[in-house]
């Protein structure tokens, strides 16, 4: 019973400073009091050539005196090897690796879908009258795409704007509208998971379309349009609301050229917009 008791107080004492045990190479002092304590040369030879051990030689020697076998301390004792992680190329990170997600904490998911509304400061140019007018009126934007970076959005963006329009009689016969569509890239600042990560600067560059339209009486009566190109660039900052959802604001400059062979030479605008973005 002693002997029985002796054992399970070695075992206890073991895994009571196991937790914090730290990796320990044997010295030849080590060594040599180990075989002052009757432990065999081939055990030594055991310790000797193992990376690390867990427990130090004080408690070696206690296990020993504790009448444990020298196989069962050996077990305990040698450090077993970690098998390197095999890690993912990094071509193939983007493709096929999802970043690791806790349920409250907000990730950019690898999609993203955003929709954007406030008002906008702008002027357009109509021909053959050179009529310039600036006004300031809603402005609309959207924005699909995907991340390819923990800090980099590509989208499938679209700026839209409506400077003017008339009602005659609470019904609208003449309205004017903008849209630029744009392929277009997001960079976030900082590191996910930090407040500077929701700083952004964007840009894109894309197709543009302006037309005039004229309503009667709740019908279509005609719409003219004109055809361009066009630029943006931007700035501005989101925060998440779950781990999913953001809400930001974001300020951008809206260039647009038409040629001036229709109804437009030019279009400009500058909307300040209330942000809502999904990443899923």
């Not at 009091?33 to 009757?38: C, E, F, G, I, Y």
């Not at 003219?224 to 700035?235: K, Q, R, T, Y």
């Amino acid at each position: 019973m002693k002997k029985v008791i002796r054992i399970l107080i070695g075992i206890i004492l073991l895994l009571s400073l196991h937790s914090f045990a730290q990796g320990y190479k044997l010295t030849s002092d080590d060594i040599i009091l180990l075989k002052q304590n009757n432990f065999t040369e081939t055990t030594l030879q055991k310790l000797i050539d193992a990376p690390e051990i867990n427990i130090s030689v004080d408690e070696l020697i206690r296990l020993k005196q504790s009448e444990l076998s020298e196989d069962t301390i050996l077990k305990l004792a040698i450090k077993k090897e970690t098998v390197p992680e095999k890690r993912t190329p990094a071509t193939q990170i983007v493709n096929t690796v999802r970043p690791k997600r806790s349920r409250n904490t907000f990730v950019r998911y690898e999609w993203m879908v955003g929709l954007s509304g406030g008002g906008a400061i702008g002027q357009y140019t109509q021909v053959p009258d050179d009529n310039s007018m600036s006004q300031f009126n809603p402005s609309l934007a959207f924005r699909f795409g995907r991340m390819f970076d923990k800090n980099l959005l590509l989208c499938i963006e679209v700026n839209g704007w409506m400077p003017y329009w008339e009602e005659n009689d609470d019904i609208t016969d003449h309205t004017i509208d903008f849209v630029l569509g744009t392929l277009s890239a997001t960079y976030f600042f900082g590191k996910p998971g930090t407040i500077l990560n929701g700083i952004f600067i964007q840009g894109g560059i894309g197709g543009a379309s302006g037309s005039i339209t004229w309503i009667e009486t709740d019908e279509l009566t005609m719409e003219e349009s004109d055809a361009g190109w066009g630029f943006f660039i931007g700035a501005g900052y989101e925060c998440p609301v779950f781990n999913k959802l953001t809400l930001g604001m974001r300020m951008s400059y809206n260039q647009m050229f038409f040629g001036g062979d229709n109804l437009f030479e030019s279009a400009r605008f500058t909307p300040l917009l209330l942000d809502v973005n999904y990443y899923f």
